[in-house]
């Protein structure tokens, strides 16, 4: 992904579209690495798809409407509107070809060698046609609304990303007739992989949906022939327009705006590769959409309905091996976790340490009768969570509960509405931020009675209070009594829920107000450290770092001999390794079994207790300016060796991790002639978290020995 001009030391900046990009073909390297259990790889396969579905629906939405709105500015990076949706287009465009070659040629031969089979109805044997037939009959055919398409039916309203077919008809009886033209939803709540279950059938053997349908689509249509159908999906623009300023209802508004991403403007058509040239323009026309923005596709239409496929298949040596995360000895047995704390502080990094003590300390919470208040940031959560219900529970008990629900947070904004109306009806107050800021900060605060005196308790994240992807990402979560901090979870929080015009804070940096500022100052501290002489150095692990102020910074840093290693997942606009520009930067990406999204700040000359910092802020301009964030110092020396430990495991990655070069492409990091072997972050945070679980399990043994002979 080629984003820098050779003999142009005028570009400072990678372009944020096209880095991430970049970052997506990295994800479907993993699907095409070997060095992972095959059904992981198709997760991953899944992810790239998911990926490129969103970064459709918001990035190239946004940049379509910017087109067509005339507007010539350009970003950091200098390339044009125009010039970089048509760039944008073409790299997208391969991706989608990539990933629909690496599933037909690598990963569906794979399969096959594993008797994991995908089959088409033409290849089925006469026991299986029978069975699918009765399927198709018994399970999908009621649940399928045919929709003419003529005069007097207008062309139907396709809903964003779902599954439909186009289909052209003759009449059986007018042989010379108009050839007809419907369209065939495909709701969602049918299962996209069809397992065959027929008496024959021996491996496990699956065929997409679009494929059942295409063959039996006649059914539909009595009296009527098809002379082709072809699925295809539409994806639009998800963006919400709610101004808040405007509204009275947040909530309220925010469900008429999720019910009109339905139907906002379509940005791309995925469709057949075989379809007839006519009907394609006849669709494209429809839709008010140009070829360009035609992806046809060779095989099934949408990939990501592949992440059901492990799930499906019992073959646990196709996948990653499963490992029980460390539960540290104070949260063992569900231990009072509030005793725990008022003795020290405790870090968790998931999901090498289970999140069950954050799961454990909000019902610990709810069912305490010296428990007066709790209140908790959601930003995302997950189905049936029970975070939520121990939240609902408490209200319930009377305590006083506030939820304070992030309704934009994007892809996730009908499940929080939903939680929202849900926490509402039993008592729960539920509040939704201030204006024009997304509240993206992991926080809770519970308030306890002890000794006629209130004693307040805190946890902080760096990621979200979802169990479910605490099994998958990797995020810090701190637990803590110290009044520094709580006293500043409650000043946020009463500037959350009420009027606050300029908060303090004692410990945490929070966004808008103080996070920004106080990077800059820090990323300068070491910069004049450097030019003094002394030892400098910068470590930073986000997601994200598109921030410019803070680019140029790290540039002016790395000019005067600051030593920075960024390790950033995702977008990055900083362009390393230029000399007299960013000679002194290194920019690693890791990408493996779990999803890098913990953030952590390290700099080495700030004043004790403010080296190290963790929390929930990308380096990005939303999350400096546009959210609510709160980032927070870790303090006790062995946390931060501990944290320091697993930053430097994750610079010395060579199985997972790449190296972002001069022109915006990646490298994988070459290992050391003298090593013995790869070395992985992930694997080796697995491995520690086995040998303390194993350890603990030994520990409690020999004590149990030693009291019995007692």
Request: net charge positive; charged share 25%.
């Amino acid at each position: 992904m080629n984003q820098v001009k050779k003999n142009s030391p005028q570009v400072k900046y990678f372009n944020r579209e096209l880095s991430w990009l970049a970052f997506n073909n990295r994800v479907l390297d993993q699907a095409l690495s070997d060095r992972y259990p095959l059904l992981e790889r198709i997760r991953f396969l899944s992810f790239v798809c998911s990926n490129l579905d969103q970064f459709y629906e918001i990035r190239v939405a946004g940049l379509m409407q910017k087109v067509d709105g005339g507007s010539t500015r350009s970003g950091m990076d200098g390339i044009p509107p125009t010039q970089l949706l048509a760039e944008i287009k073409k790299q997208a465009g391969k991706m989608a070809n990539d990933k629909q070659d690496c599933w037909n040629n690598v990963l569906k031969p794979a399969l096959k060698e594993q008797k994991i089979l995908f089959k088409k109805v033409e290849g089925l044997s006469k026991d299986e046609f029978t069975w699918l037939r009765n399927y198709f009959r018994r399970e999908i055919f009621p649940v399928l609304t045919p929709l003419a398409v003529d005069p007097t039916h207008p062309f139907p309203l396709i809903l964003n990303k779902s599954l439909n077919l186009i289909v052209a008809l003759k009449n059986q009886r007018k042989k010379k007739a108009k050839t007809l033209t419907a369209i065939v939803p495909v709701p969602r709540i049918l299962p996209r992989l069809v397992k065959l279950q027929s008496k024959s059938t021996q491996s496990d053997t699956f065929l997409f949906l679009s494929d059942v349908v295409r063959h039996f689509v006649d059914d539909l249509f009595p009296g009527h022939v098809a002379t082709g159908a072809w699925a295809f999906r539409i994806t639009r623009n998800s963006h919400l327009y709610v101004d808040e300023e405007e509204v009275e209802n947040l909530l309220q508004s925010i469900e008429e705006e999720l019910h009109n991403l339905r139907k906002g403007a379509a940005v791309r058509l995925e469709i057949d590769k075989g379809v007839d040239d006519q009907v394609l323009q006849y669709l494209l026309n429809a839709i008010h959409l140009s070829e360009e923005d035609v992806i046809r596709v060779d095989g099934p239409i949408n990939l990501y309905r592949l992440m059901s496929l492990p799930d499906e298949v019992d073959r646990p040596d196709l996948k990653f091996p499963c490992f029980d995360a460390y539960v540290p000895k104070e949260f063992k047995d569900g231990g009072k976790i509030f005793d725990v704390l008022k003795k020290k502080d405790i870090l968790l990094h998931h999901p090498y340490d289970s999140f069950s003590p954050v799961v454990d300390l909000l019902r610990q919470a709810a069912s305490d009768p010296d428990v007066f208040a709790i209140k908790l940031t959601i930003y995302r959560t997950n189905g049936n969570s029970p975070i939520v219900r121990a939240l609902m529970d408490a209200a319930r008990d009377g305590k006083q509960v506030t939820a304070l629900v992030e309704l934009k947070a994007r892809f996730d904004e009908e499940a929080n509405v939903q939680w929202a109306h849900k926490m509402e009806e039993v008592g729960v107050h539920v509040v939704y931020g201030l204006p024009g800021l997304k509240t993206h900060s992991k926080c809770c605060l519970i308030v306890r009675r002890e000794n006629s005196k209130l004693k307040s308790y805190a946890h902080l994240g760096t990621g979200n209070y979802n169990p479910s992807t605490a099994k998958t990402y990797t995020d810090y979560s701190l637990f803590t009594s110290n009044q520094c901090y709580t006293s500043d979870l409650a000043n946020l929080f009463n500037t959350l829920t009420g009027y606050s015009r300029t908060p303090r804070f004692k410990k945490l940096l929070i966004a808008p107000y103080t996070l920004h500022d106080q990077t800059l100052k820090f990323i300068n501290n070491e910069k004049e450290a450097a030019n003094k002489g002394m030892p400098a150095r910068i470590i930073i692990k986000v997601n994200s770092l598109i921030d410019k102020p803070t680019i140029d910074a790290l540039y002016q840093a790395s000019q005067s001999g600051v030593k920075v290693d960024l390790i950033v997942r995702g977008i990055c606009g900083l362009i390393p390794g230029v000399r007299g520009l960013s000679e002194n930067i290194k920019v690693h990406s890791i990408l493996g079994r779990f999803l890098e999204h913990s953030r952590v700040f390290y700099f080495h000359n700030a004043t004790p207790g403010r080296k190290l910092y963790v929390g929930s802020a990308d380096w990005m301009p939303r999350n400096f300016l546009r959210r609510v964030e709160a980032v927070f110092p870790i303090e006790d020396p062995e946390q931060i060796k501990s944290v320091l430990k697993d930053l430097e495991y994750s610079i010395m990655d060579n199985e997972g991790a790449s190296v972002l070069k001069r022109d915006g492409t990646y490298a994988k990091v070459k290992m050391h002639p003298r090593a013995k072997k790869t070395f992985s972050v992930q694997q080796i945070l697995v491995e520690d978290s086995e040998r303390k679980s194993i350890n603990l399990v030994n520990k409690n043994s020999a004590t149990a020995s030693r009291k019995t002979k007692d």
